[in-house]
């Protein structure tokens, strides 16, 4: 029997613009291996960064919101496999796909935990130190409610699964660990990579449609980089990043060495001309893919608690971690001053980044989680008795059913 899986997509993937993309493909990657018939959908317009899936053999399909139309699209492609990007994919379509695929394996891929970026947002912009109040959400109930109701949830981040185990006691057979998949770097290739006397200038990238980005830029131009100045007046700021808007690229400053480069065609290339990567992430969650570039290209990174979060033990063997201003200065000094100490961190890299995002290893973890959850569908879901009432109509229909004899008593 042909296998096939279908992935609903928040967005189209665009690995260059966003992390996000990136493990898209990694994802996509793994059921091609597999020998799976793959078709992405998705009800969000490309633009013009939309990786051609074509290329790879992926199927596009355009479906629409709140439309009866994707029953028919789900029923005959009766897919073994549905995977939702992000819990409000989920929402939207995951009881689509229950009424007209009950048989088929529905797989989350949170990509971060939103619940707790938008916590940690606000908590931000509140002034306040980061607690559960602003873990337990509306938004923590719907992504949540989104995570029992699927059959298996992929984690980015160890720091995630602790909080959803610990916090909010989700069994973890409906949870697996998966950080980015990526190839080994081999001693070889990353011996071939410029070495200090060879690069200059610090750098910063990432998507500004996403929020902790954008934040991190402000906090370097008010902040830290005239800091990092005072102590190297030559040394420039290079910030790249898709979609910057006009307030991005106002704080373009020259004088300042302050530069919005925009959108990288190329990261590898950028960054293996840069000396030190200087991103002081103050909310977010999820792993940081400019730091897995950043390691890829042979540069020590300076961030904050919350930006290493999930590969700290990386970040502290190739960078340094600390959050008051002076210090994020003063260590992002030190690393692009001090050639031995730039040196004995860039050389850690290859040793911690081949375990910690090992492509073999978390290929096969998830494969095997695939193919046992499929084997025990049934058990599983019986087990999961919240995830079966959250799917059940009733739950919600008294609410929704007064409220259209509400409004049809006020239009009669």
């Not at 613009?17 to 009800?43: H, K």
């Not at 994707?70 to 009881?95: I, S």
């Not at 500004?208 to 102590?231: E, G, M, S």
């Not at 850690?348 to 193919?371: G, R, Y």
Request: one cysteine or more; hydrophobic letters at 40%; glycine letters at 4%.
């Amino acid at each position: 029997m042909e296998k096939k899986l279908l992935i609903i997509g928040y967005v189209w993937p665009e690995p260059k613009s966003s992390a996000a993309g990136g493990r898209m493909l990694q994802l996509i990657d793994v059921f091609l291996s597999e020998n799976y018939s793959v078709t992405f959908a998705s009800p969000c317009s490309k633009t013009e960064n939309a990786f051609d899936l074509d290329a790879i053999g992926v199927t596009s399909e355009t479906i629409a919101l709140n439309n009866s139309s994707f029953d028919t699209f789900v029923k005959q492609l009766n897919p073994n496999v549905v995977m939702f990007d992000r819990f409000m994919m989920e929402e939207q379509f995951g009881w689509r796909v229950t009424e007209q695929c009950p048989n088929a394996l529905r797989i989350l891929d949170t990509e971060d935990l939103h619940f707790l970026r938008k916590g940690r947002h606000q908590a931000f912009k509140e002034g306040k130190d980061f607690n559960n109040t602003y873990l337990y959400s509306d938004l923590a109930k719907r992504e949540i409610a989104s995570i029992y109701r699927c059959d298996l949830s992929l984690i980015i981040s160890q720091s995630e699964m602790e909080i959803l185990k610990n916090d909010f006691k989700i069994d973890t057979s409906l949870l697996l660990y998966l950080p980015f998949m990526l190839d080994e770097i081999s001693k070889e290739d990353f011996s071939k990579l410029p070495k200090y006397d060879d690069r200059q200038h610090f750098i910063t990238i990432g998507n500004f449609l996403h929020a902790p980005n954008y934040n991190t830029v402000l906090y370097l131009k008010d902040t830290i980089w005239p800091l990092v100045r005072k102590q190297l007046p030559k040394a420039q700021l290079h910030i790249y990043g898709a979609y910057a808007s006009e307030k991005i690229n106002q704080l373009h400053n020259e004088k300042q060495c302050f530069l919005v480069k925009g959108f990288a065609e190329d990261v590898n290339q950028v960054m293996q001309s840069a000396r030190v990567c200087l991103a002081p992430i103050r909310f977010g969650a999820g792993l940081k893919g400019k730091f897995v570039d950043a390691m890829k290209n042979g540069i020590p990174s300076v961030t904050t608690t919350i930006g290493a979060e999930g590969m700290d033990s990386l970040i502290l063997a190739c960078g340094s971690i600390t959050d008051t201003p002076e210090m994020l200065a003063q260590n992002a000094v030190n690393l692009y001053t001090n050639a031995s100490l730039w040196a004995e961190k860039v050389d850690s890299i290859p040793s911690v980044f081949n375990v910690h995002f090992s492509k073999n290893k978390h290929q096969t973890s998830l494969i095997e989680a695939v193919q046992t959850t499929s084997k025990q569908l049934k058990e599983r879901r019986q087990n999961n008795f919240i995830g079966q009432m959250l799917l059940h109509h009733s739950l919600q229909s008294t609410k929704y059913l007064g409220k259209w004899i509400e409004e049809k008593n006020r239009q009669t």
